[in-house]
T-cell receptor, first 112, second 115 residues
Framework: NAGVTQTPKFQVLKTGQSMTLQCAQD?????MSWYRQDPGMGLRLIHY???????DQGEVPNGYNVSRSTTEDFPLRLLSAAPSQTSVYFC???????????FGSGTRLTVV | AQSVTQLGSHVSVSEGALVLLRCNYS??????LFWYVQYPNQGLQLLLK??????LVKGINGFEAEFKKSETSFHLTKPSAHMSDAAEYFC?????????????FGKGTKLSVIP
């Protein structure tokens, strides 16, 4: 089992560019989530999904878009990158939610 | 809405000393509670969790936490700190009344272990 795989690990974008952060899990988990981690802020929920075809907004959704066409994949799209989106992004998945989430190793994004 | 407060953004202990990381939560319904650990440049790893049943839960690497409903607390402890425990620790809660089962995190506590 690979667990939760995030690509790329590092990315530098120019302001206004768009890109997709990839997240894939091979554990057949229904619940998937995207977080951003900023110093002193903990992890904040961007978007989440409770199953294929079902997504919803978290605490900080502005500037991001998601879709969940398969159980395995949950990509995060930055529509027009801004310096405020410089952060470390984590994807996580869970079978039931309350059993705990498995996290990917993160994508470090810098927007210049 | 639930929230999590971790007291102390940075805690230093001597090797062999007791580790105590504090976490208080607010939730209008019985919570599910978690502690995660993050080593530098890595993702988060689940240390332990409380869902139902015994209020004292044991996790990996010798850590344990006790759910105290009356104090709305879920403090993390370890009797004797090792150098390898140096990391950032996050307390998190899931609101059992919300169907989304999403984690809400505290801001984290960075643990330093002094030789």
């Amino acid at each position: 089992n690979a667990g939760v795989t995030q690509t790329p690990k590092f990315q530098v974008l120019k302001t206004g560019q768009s890109m997709t952060l990839q997240c894939a899990q091979d554990m057949n988990h229904e619940y998937m989530s995207w977080y951003r981690q900023d110093p002193g802020m903990g992890l904040r929920l961007i978007h989440y999904s409770v199953g294929a075809g079902i997504t919803d907004q978290g605490e900080v959704p502005n500037g991001y878009n998601v879709s969940r066409s398969t159980t395995e994949d949950f990509p995060l799209r930055l529509l027009s990158a801004a310096p405020s989106q410089t952060s470390v992004y984590f994807c996580a998945s869970s079978r039931t939610g309350v059993g705990g989430y498995t996290f990917g190793s993160g994508t470090r994004l810098t927007v210049v | 809405a639930q929230s999590v407060t971790q007291l102390g953004s940075h805690v230093s202990v001597s090797e062999g000393a007791l580790v105590l990381l504090r976490c208080n939560y607010s939730s209008s319904v019985p919570p599910y509670l978690f502690w995660y650990v993050q080593y530098p440049n890595q993702g988060l790893q689940l240390l332990l969790k409380y869902t139902t049943g015994a209020t004292l839960v044991k996790g990996i690497n010798g850590f344990e936490a006790e759910f105290k409903k009356s104090e709305t607390s879920f403090h993390l402890t370890k009797p004797s700190a090792h150098m390898s425990d140096a990391a950032e620790y996050f307390c998190a809660v899931i609101d059992s009344g919300a169907g989304s089962y999403q984690l809400t995190f505290g801001k984290g506590t960075k643990l330093s272990v002094i030789p």
